[in-house]
């Protein structure tokens, strides 16, 4: 009797804390019905159809894309960069402006009369890996952006002019007559001051260009440039979203 009381004793009593431990409660009790409603409660993803971008109204005619690019300052054309300088402007008082050579006293007068005034002329300069030389010129008519490009065509229909001189030039038509009527002698007041200048006062290899007016002064000016090598150069008139002229533009040498 007393072994068994002892060994009663020796036995250690059932834990507490065991017994209270609750039984793990495994994922599959929890409710079907919250994970439905959770499911439910997630938005679908839905696709937007893509709208395809309208196509510019103003952009230029294929193939004339290039001459945007003679009218930004630092603007490229293929690996060539390009650059802007004022020039003096053109006394236009007749309204009709002449393209062409200036030392060959060759000029074409452009069927499109102008308003009388003076105009802002920037000549485009290209860094070629040899030397900088003048790309083109234009002539601002206006300060409305570009919106298609045309070709500026002489009384006779053509729309480039012929260089035999190197050099190439906007003036008034009466401008233009004066310095051909000059040519009594030579070299003529207008070739020496031309000469003087686009080879010397304002010659930077190998670009230059020069301003001259002839007398009377209501005659108007006539601004020329070296042409950087060109035989021909075309002329284009930059037309704004209405068709009227806001830029006239001639290519001297244009990179290939």
């Not at 051909?180 to 020496?192: I, K, L, M, N, Q």
Request: proline content about 11%; charged content about 20%; some cysteine.
């Amino acid at each position: 009797m007393r072994g068994a009381q002892a060994r009663a004793k020796a036995r250690p009593a059932p834990s507490k804390r065991a017994a209270a431990k609750p039984k793990a409660t495994t994922s599959a009790s929890k409710p079907k019905a919250a994970a439905k409603q959770k499911a439910a409660s997630k938005p679908k993803s839905v696709t937007k159809p893509t709208r395809p971008r309208p196509t510019p109204a103003t952009a230029p005619p294929s193939g004339l894309a290039r001459l945007d690019a003679y009218l930004v300052d630092g603007g490229q054309l293929g690996d060539v960069a390009l650059h802007l300088h004022d020039l003096p402007a053109l006394h236009l008082p007749s309204g009709q402006l002449v393209v062409g050579d200036p030392f060959a006293a060759r000029g074409q007068s452009l069927a499109r009369a102008l308003p009388p005034g003076a105009y802002p002329v920037t000549l485009v300069v290209g860094d070629f890996p040899d030397a900088a030389r003048a790309v083109a010129a234009f002539v601002r008519l206006g300060d409305r952006p570009v919106a298609r490009w045309e070709p500026a065509a002489a009384a006779d229909g053509t729309t480039d002019y012929a260089i035999d001189a190197a050099a190439g030039a906007f003036a008034d038509a009466r401008a233009f007559a004066a310095m051909v009527d000059e040519r009594a002698g030579f070299p003529t007041a207008s070739f020496a001051a031309l000469e003087r200048q686009l080879l010397t006062e304002h010659y930077a290899p190998a670009w230059g260009w020069a301003s001259y007016q002839p007398s009377p002064v209501a005659v108007g000016t006539c601004v020329a440039f070296l042409a950087g090598g060109a035989d021909r150069c075309p002329c284009w008139w930059g037309l704004d979203d209405a068709g009227a002229p806001t830029l006239l533009l001639t290519e001297l040498a244009p990179p290939p």
